[in-house]
């Protein structure tokens, strides 16, 4: 299939231009985009001490993660105009939960930066090994660079400090894709750890789950406003799925080769582990190399998400969901209040983390993305299934299923993330609604007044 589109009759080529309407291969790319991020760097480590569990992890996460995408793409072809997520969720399980969902997502954003952050440090801190030999360098280090992207988002310079890291993101993905299969077709299956090093269990599987779904955080994203897509009809669930199934298989390959072509004992006590696996192929030369990827592509997105910590209060307190007074802009049109608050909490977060030794800090914030995340998962996996069941939706096979393992699947993760995920989840999903509250109570003065 072409990627170019045909100009619809009665427009001019000036105005068919202007309209930008995406194809099928640049709405695949914007899929992907979305859905890859920086967990590459840090998950072999965190996935190593579960070994092929990892894997039966994976192709679970990538059924679910199918699964959700398909309700995502319906929800974004069928009710356009419904204002993304929230919306949906509104439509379907009323304005509450719709508050439950969302605000959760801000937290696994908050939460989400911390892991970040973490993974960042950890690979600056092969390039100045000084952050990790001084005592207290790496929370020190971790901190003055929330602070310093907090600073240039409130002063409206998150743009210009945005790399393009999409070329960067890519490199360690290629290098180490292409390794793993030099190796394989060098030495066979003898370069992989032994099958029976760690016994494939239910139980062992489901406790990596949390852990494997922290890299498709994401997806909501992945299914595009209709009026931006050419025949979107088609082309949003094909490009959803499509994209989806890449950013996981190139993710899977990635991780699991490195969790199970090094040593056990290396791989999970590495703070830099996509690093320490080039190092043993190239050299050290080739490791920096690496590490810098990993510096540009972790701090490239923390200061994009600290920015949408900021922008996604803003929006809610425009539905008054939230205090006005949290989305109100600075001088520089941004909402200052909103991004300074939520990169407080990304660094409380990123502190408490900090008490933990090695891959355990990245688990602990990761594993409250995850369990945060999936609230709204699951609220907009039910909305799915309750269209399909009023009509809101079309009632296929195909959708039932994909909605019913949808909300299967987010519990089977919830459970998956640990109850210490899920405490801190709830308790911090919790502190939000004393500031609904408030907001209600604001709009029901203003209209008293009116």
């Not at 290629?174 to 992989?192: D, E, H, K, P, Y």
């Not at 949003?236 to 490195?258: D, F, H, Y």
């Amino acid at each position: 299939m072409s990627d170019r589109a045909r100009k619809p009759e009665g427009l001019t080529t000036a105005e068919y231009r202007a309209r930008k309407r995406f194809g099928f291969y640049t709405t695949t790319a914007l899929v992907v985009g979305n859905i890859i991020g920086a967990a590459i760097f840090m998950q072999p480590a965190a996935l190593a001490p579960f070994g092929w569990n990892a894997v039966t992890a994976w192709l679970v996460v990538l059924a679910g993660s199918l699964c959700l995408a398909w309700c995502f793409a319906m929800l974004a072809k069928h009710h356009p105009d419904a204002g993304g997520a929230h919306g949906y969720m509104e439509m379907g399980v009323g304005e509450g939960a719709a508050f439950l969902g969302s605000w959760g997502y801000l937290v696994s954003v908050w939460a989400a930066n911390a892991a970040i952050t973490i993974t960042g440090v950890n690979y600056l801190a092969r390039l100045v090994p000084a952050i990790s030999t001084v005592p207290g360098g790496e929370l020190a280090t971790a901190l003055a660079a929330i602070a310093i992207l907090t600073w240039a988002n409130v002063r409206a310079l998150g743009g210009d400090v945005q790399l393009v890291t999409s070329i960067i993101k890519v490199l360690p993905f290629a290098a180490v894709i292409g390794l793993a299969l030099w190796t394989l077709a060098t030495s066979g299956t003898a370069a992989l750890r032994p099958l029976d090093a760690v016994p494939v269990t239910a139980a062992t599987t489901v406790s990596a789950l949390g852990i494997t779904f922290y890299a498709m955080l994401g997806l909501e994203s992945a299914a595009m406003p209709a009026d931006a897509v050419e025949d979107a009809e088609h082309v949003v669930p094909r490009a959803t799925m499509v994209g989806t199934t890449v950013s996981g298989l190139l993710t899977i390959v990635s991780t699991c080769a490195v969790a199970l072509l090094m040593p056990l004992d290396v791989v999970a006590n590495s703070k830099a582990p996509v690093a320490d696996f080039i190092n043993g192929y190239w050299g050290t030369w080739a490791s920096l190399f690496v590490a810098f990827c990993g510096v540009v592509s972790c701090f490239g997105c923390l200061n994009g998400w600290l920015l949408i910590g900021g922008e996604l209060p803003s929006a809610m307190c425009q539905r008054g969901a939230l205090p006005q007074w949290f989305g109100e802009l600075n001088a520089a049109g941004v909402p200052a209040r909103a991004i300074v608050l939520g990169s407080v909490i990304t660094a409380l977060l990123t502190t408490l983390a900090s008490s933990r030794v090695g891959v355990a800090a990245f688990n602990f914030a990761a594993l409250i993305a995850t369990a945060t995340n999936l609230v709204l998962y699951l609220l907009c996996a039910i909305t799915t299934l309750r269209f399909v069941a009023d009509g809101r939706l079309p009632r296929t096979a195909g959708l039932v299923l994909a909605g019913g393992g949808a909300v299967l699947f987010a519990l089977y993760a919830f459970y998956g993330s640990g109850w210490e995920a899920l405490a801190w989840g709830a308790g911090l999903i919790a502190l939000g609604w004393p500031l609904r509250l408030a907001a209600r109570r604001a709009a029901r003065r203003a209209l008293a007044s009116a």
